[in-house]
């Protein structure tokens, strides 16, 4: 399995500013993501983190909105920026790691936030 | 497009009875099946996967078969009990999503005491 980390666990936030949230992985992964959970809703991906290089970003997310950094391969940062109450959501670091040719996508804690 | 269709919750039961949560899928390729739990308050926790046709996985009691003939993996346990309310993920990966995993829309069980 991998222990992932994310910091904070949850915050309330004002409308306008900014969170980064940070996510440490144990040990070292290529692969590393960032996924939104709307109240009563499944998971949506946001970006894949590249270690080096800009994020991938999914349709519908932009990077002026959801800034990523992947300094090294066990951390990386979100940070949701000029946020509104339509923000208001958890926040999911995961990483996929891989056991002889089998690939497992395992998930932090999530960060919940709440945007007044 | 790949996909994943779980049938739509809110599921109540009472304790020690049977469960079963449907799970379809539709996928180019070989895809990779999880089931993946959220409990109250908690961030998301692989429960048990399946990798290829007919394995099954299995964890806590819970048991899910890869049924390729059936496009399906429904996740079952004999005798459900309070600690087991959560919201229940079907997922899956293919090569072709590039390790990206597609989630079912979530089912929440409610077991009364």
């Known amino acids: 399995s991998a222990v992932i980390s994310q910091k904070p666990s949850r915050d309330i936030c004002q409308r306008g500013t900014s969170l980064t949230i940070q996510c440490q992985v144990d040990?070292?992964?290529?692969?590393m993501f960032w996924y939104r959970q709307q109240p009563g809703q499944s998971l949506t991906l946001i970006a894949t983190?590249?270690?080096?290089?800009?994020?991938?970003?999914e349709s519908g997310f932009v990077i002026d909105k959801f800034p990523i950094s992947r300094p090294n391969l066990t951390f990386s940062t979100l940070t949701v920026s000029n946020m509104s109450p339509e923000d208001s959501s958890i926040y999911l670091c995961?990483?996929?790691?891989?056991?002889?040719?089998?690939?497992?996508?395992?998930f932090g804690p999530g960060t919940r936030l709440l945007v007044l | 497009g790949d996909s994943v269709t779980q049938m739509e919750g809110p599921v109540t039961l009472s304790e020690e009875a049977f469960l079963t949560i449907n799970c379809t899928y539709t996928?180019?390729?070989?895809?990779?099946l999880f089931w993946y739990v959220q409990y109250p308050g908690e961030g998301l926790q692989l429960l048990l996967k399946?990798?290829?046709?007919?394995d099954k996985g299995s964890n806590k009691g819970f048991e899910a078969t890869y049924r390729k003939e059936t496009t399906s993996f429904h996740l079952e346990k004999g005798s459900v009990q309070v600690s087991d309310s959560a919201v229940y993920f079907c997922?899956?990966?293919?090569?072709?999503?590039?390790?990206?995993?597609?989630f079912g829309s979530g089912t929440r069980l409610s077991i009364r005491p």
């Open positions: 399946a990798t290829k046709a007919d």
């Open positions: 040990s070292q992964v290529t692969m």
């Open positions: 995961s990483v996929i790691r891989t056991s002889g040719n089998q690939e497992t996508q395992y």
């Open positions: 997922a899956l990966t293919t090569y072709s999503s590039a390790s990206k995993i597609i």
């Open positions: 983190a590249n270690q080096g290089s800009e994020a991938t970003y």
């Open positions: 996928a180019t390729g070989y895809p990779s």
